[in-house]
């Protein structure tokens, strides 16, 4: 009983739920969830279905706790993340070493610098935003911790004002041809800024990989 009431009071924190916040989910009593949480009262087992809906755990995780198998039904959909996140990575890198070449030709042949800046401002992009999943995602197989309460609500808000620097870089890019009046300003503020290291590193490396981060952390359950 001490070992279900332990889990409880783990997931229950881990959760961001209060006694009462529970109990009000289950349509039971705050002393009811304190009783198993100490060991006195054990939940039966449509509770302990109930529990681990409302934990968003697995019941095996509920009774017997985390156990740190590569293999379990938690860990594994981080490995297929993390194996996804390294074919698209592997996928970039094939692209930068067949595809930059043969754009570099046709800037020289063409003197159009419009494919070859539209790779370069949203690739790499995309590449640190994938590798700071797939880093979370690696982390996530032995790491089981997750963000709670209102922790997470913070970690989403920087994953998206993160993401907002390079997102606004890649639209520009890839509509500087027909911007207008209305992109002008934007193409005018951004682009000097990538072009010296310290913006190209906070806008195209540090922004993205961060969003990816902060997201992962935030939406992760």
């Given at each position: 009983?001490?070992?279900?009431?332990t889990?409880?009071?783990?997931?229950?924190?881990?959760?961001?739920?209060?006694?009462?916040?529970l109990?009000?989910?289950?349509?039971?009593?705050?002393?009811?969830v304190?009783?198993?949480e100490?060991?006195r009262?054990?939940?039966?087992?449509?509770?302990?279905?109930?529990?681990?809906?409302?934990?968003?755990?697995?019941?095996?995780?509920?009774?017997?706790?985390v156990?740190?198998?590569?293999?379990?039904?938690?860990?594994r959909?981080w490995?297929?993340?993390?194996?996804?996140?390294?074919?698209?990575?592997?996928?970039?890198?094939?692209l930068?070493?067949?595809l930059?070449p043969?754009l570099?030709?046709?800037q020289g042949?063409?003197?159009?610098?419009?494919?070859y800046s539209?790779?370069?401002?949203?690739?790499?992009?995309?590449?640190f935003?994938?590798?700071?999943i797939?880093?979370?995602?690696?982390?996530?197989?032995?790491?089981?911790?997750r963000v709670?309460?209102?922790?997470?609500?913070?970690?989403?808000?920087?994953?998206?004002l993160?993401a907002?620097?390079?997102?606004v870089?890649a639209?520009?890019?890839?509509?500087?041809?027909?911007?207008g009046?209305?992109?002008?300003?934007?193409?005018?503020?951004?682009?000097?800024?990538?072009?010296?290291?310290?913006?190209?590193?906070?806008?195209?490396?540090?922004?993205?990989?961060?969003?990816?981060?902060?997201g992962?952390?935030?939406?992760?359950r």
């Amino acid at each position: 009983m001490q070992a279900i009431g332990t889990n409880l009071r783990r997931l229950r924190v881990r959760a961001g739920l209060t006694q009462d916040a529970l109990a009000g989910m289950l349509h039971v009593t705050r002393q009811t969830v304190s009783s198993w949480e100490i060991g006195r009262t054990e939940p039966d087992l449509d509770t302990l279905l109930a529990l681990a809906e409302a934990l968003h755990c697995d019941v095996t995780e509920l009774i017997y706790g985390v156990k740190r198998n590569g293999y379990q039904q938690y860990q594994r959909r981080w490995i297929v993340c993390s194996m996804v996140c390294g074919a698209v990575l592997l996928a970039l890198l094939v692209l930068q070493l067949v595809l930059v070449p043969a754009l570099e030709a046709r800037q020289g042949m063409t003197y159009s610098l419009l494919a070859y800046s539209i790779y370069r401002l949203c690739v790499p992009q995309l590449g640190f935003f994938t590798g700071g999943i797939l880093l979370c995602a690696l982390a996530s197989v032995w790491l089981p911790a997750r963000v709670a309460g209102k922790g997470r609500r913070w970690l989403l808000a920087a994953g998206i004002l993160s993401a907002l620097p390079p997102l606004v870089l890649a639209v520009t890019a890839l509509f500087a041809q027909n911007a207008g009046s209305i992109l002008r300003p934007v193409i005018r503020l951004y682009y000097p800024a990538v072009v010296q290291p310290l913006g190209r590193f906070l806008i195209q490396q540090l922004a993205p990989f961060a969003a990816a981060v902060c997201g992962f952390l935030g939406w992760k359950r």
